[in-house]
C-alpha cells in the first residue's frame, strides 16, 4: 500500500467513525428531544427549566445530524458545509441562550454542557473533514 493510499485508508476510516457517531448523536437527540417536546407531561417536568427555543432547535437539528452522517459516510463534499452550519447554528444559538441567562431567565445547567457538547462535537467533525479534504 503506498502513502497515498494509506493516509485515504486512514481518512475513510475516520470519516466513517465521526458518521457512526453522528448518526447516533442524531438518533439520540430526537429521542430525548422528542420526549420532551411530543411525550407526556412527565418528561417535560423531568426536563426542568429548559428554553423551548433551545429544545427545538436541537430537535430538528437532530434531522441535520443524520443528515451529515450520511453526507460524511458517503464522502459528499457537502458533508463538510453541512458540519460547520452545524457547528455556527449551535454557537449562535448558544450565544442566544447565554444572552436569556444573563436576563434572568431560569434555565437548566445541563443545557450549558449539552450545548457545548454539540459545539464541540460538530467542530471536531467539521475539522476532520476539512484536514482530510487537504490530504487528498
Known amino acids: 500500500m503506498t502513502s497515498a493510499e494509506s493516509r485515504s485508508y486512514g481518512s475513510t476510516f475516520w470519516q466513517r467513525s465521526f458518521a457512526l457517531f453522528a448518526v447516533i448523536?442524531?438518533?439520540m437527540t430526537l429521542i430525548s428531544g422528542g420526549s420532551v417536546l411530543f411525550g407526556?407531561?412527565?418528561a417535560q417536568v423531568a426536563a426542568g427549566d429548559y428554553m423551548p427555543v433551545v429544545l427545538?432547535?436541537?430537535f430538528l437539528a437532530g434531522f441535520l445530524y443524520i443528515g451529515a452522517a450520511i453526507?460524511?459516510?458517503l464522502q459528499?463534499?457537502?458533508a463538510?458545509?453541512?458540519s460547520a452550519f452545524i457547528a455556527v447554528a449551535t454557537g449562535l444559538v448558544a450565544l442566544g441562550f447565554g444572552f436569556q441567562v444573563s436576563q434572568g431567565v431560569a434555565y437548566e445547567m445541563r443545557t450549558v454542557g449539552a450545548l457545548a457538547l454539540r459545539i464541540g462535537v460538530w467542530i471536531v467533525i467539521t475539522l476532520t473533514l476539512m484536514r482530510s479534504r487537504?490530504?487528498?
Do not use: D, K, S
Open 25 to 27: 448523536f442524531g438518533a
Open 40 to 42: 407526556p407531561v412527565e
Open 56 to 58: 427545538w432547535f436541537n
Open 71 to 73: 453526507g460524511i459516510w
Open 76 to 78: 459528499r463534499n457537502w
Open 80 to 82: 463538510l458545509g453541512l
Open 134 to 136: 487537504h490530504q487528498m
